[in-house]
């Protein structure tokens, strides 16, 4: 498969052989209406109808699952039926490999089928597909009028195969054309370096089955480079399409001590449930920066809001997707499965942040900056100068290699940037932290 046509957080994968209703009600609760015959006669007539005179053949098993398609297509955007194939496409892809282009797509409020966001490393983020461009034709073929399952199909292909996408990038009025090779994608969903001496840097891709394991294997080679104990952290959530309720948990459980990480309410007793930390704060209370933009979604959103209303780390960027719901993945007897809508998760603070997204504390642009040219006025620096004192105080970068390497890192990635002055100023605040 070669996207995540999907922004789910599934608590559980209820694994039963077959789903069975009730015929009785619970306990002092109602009995369910009974159903509306008038209706489902209705729709066996239009079966019937549609195998009489169809132009060509239908089968009955086709017209059934088209059927379940457009009943739980219609409820939400993210609420699906899962053939075999798509079934097992999703288990793949919380795994973390799978063969692909690498992006994760979502059906925009018109129906459009928009980017949410490439993955990192992948042929599309290779390409420069960016988040939030339109998908308007997939090798020639529109993608107008089609759900998120029949887009993902026409992406899916055999490994090395080519793929012509027609993309609509947001806010232009002028597609453009990339073509891209599947690749065997390996989703390496947390990875981190040092931005300088004590300031790591932590990306979080996507939340699948390792990445809890991913992130603390990332923040203990982070304190091993460093020498010591960080000062201060940026985790990097930007484009992060989300993925399984439980690893956001266990993520924010990483840099959280104690506190509610998420609540979600629905209307069947099983799915309503609270997630809380547990001691242990790997970063040991130092300044934490999470990066956000809006291609960051669902899962993802679940951490921001964790550590946000917790107070425990300082959010930064643009707001956030504000996809607040989960869904239940429940297998079928014949292999397939559906994809239900089944609550509304919430932040500490009892905030749904469905439709509405993260409100980042510092809102910063994703600015580009040229790099200056040397006779723009900016000066010669003391650090420039031949035989200046050295600074003494510790660290990797000094003199002109720090200036130049400030000035790279804002014209590269300008909200990392800004992330970074924004945890030395919190650092400046705990002076025994510093260094």
């Known amino acids: 498969m070669n996207t995540r046509a999907f922004l789910y957080m599934s608590s559980v994968f209820l694994l039963s052989s077959a789903v069975a209703f009730a015929a009785d009600s619970p306990a002092g609760k109602p009995a369910a209406k009974p159903l509306p015959w008038d209706e489902v006669r209705q729709l066996a007539d239009v079966m019937q109808l549609v195998k009489e005179q169809y132009v060509e053949p239908v089968d009955d098993k ?4 088209n059927a379940i398609r457009g009943m739980l297509g219609n409820l939400d955007p993210h609420s699906d039926f899962l053939d075999r194939s798509a079934f097992q496409d999703m288990q793949d892809l919380t795994s973390g490999e799978y063969n692909g282009i690498g992006i994760d797509i979502a059906e925009d409020d018109d129906g459009s089928i928009v980017v949410v966001s490439p993955i990192d490393g992948s ?5 420069g597909v960016q988040a939030g461009d339109q998908i308007l034709k997939v090798n020639g073929t529109a993608t107008d009028g089609l759900s998120l399952d029949q887009a993902s199909e026409l992406l899916r292909g055999k490994l090395g195969t080519p793929v012509t996408l027609t993309l609509l990038p947001e806010d232009s009025d002028k ?4 073509k891209l090779v599947r690749e065997e994608v390996h989703v390496a969903s947390a990875r981190g370096e040092l931005l300088e001496k004590g300031y790591g840097y932590l990306r979080v891709s996507d939340f699948g089955d390792d990445t809890a394991a991913g992130v603390v294997k990332a923040m203990r080679e982070l304190v091993k480079k460093n020498g010591g104990s960080l000062a201060g952290l940026v985790l990097d959530l930007r484009n992060n399409p989300g993925g399984l309720l439980d690893a956001a948990v266990a993520v924010s459980d990483v840099f ?6 998420v609540t979600a309410r629905g209307r ?3 799915a309503n449930l609270s997630r809380r930390a547990t001691p242990g704060d790997l970063l040991d209370g130092a300044p934490l920066v999470v990066l956000v933009n809006e291609g960051t979604a669902s899962a993802a959103e679940i951490v921001a809001g964790a ?5 425990r780390a300082l959010i930064l960027g643009t707001q956030t997707f504000g996809k607040g719901s989960v869904q239940t993945v429940i297998p079928l007897p014949q292999g397939d499965a559906i994809k239900l809508t089944t609550a509304l998760y919430y932040t500490p603070s009892g905030r749904s942040i469905q439709a509405q997204g993260i409100t980042p504390d510092v809102v910063v642009e994703d600015l580009q900056l040229a790099d200056a040219a040397p006779d723009d006025g900016g000066g010669l620096k003391e650090a420039e100068l031949s035989g ?3 600074n003494s105080a510790p660290g990797p970068v000094t003199g002109a290699d720090a200036v130049k390497a ?4 804002a014209t590269k990635d300008f909200q990392l940037y800004q992330a970074l002055n924004m945890l030395k100023g919190l650092v400046a605040l705990l002076p025994h932290r510093a260094g």
């Open 62 to 65: 086709t017209l059934l699952k």
């Open 307 to 311: 550590l946000k209303d917790n107070h």
């Open 268 to 270: 069947a007793p099983d």
């Open 388 to 390: 200046h004192l050295a």
């Open 256 to 261: 959280l001590d104690s506190g509610v990480i």
């Open 175 to 178: 597609p453009y054309t990339v």
């Open 123 to 127: 042929p599309a983020a290779k390409a």
């Open 406 to 409: 400030a000035d790279d890192l």
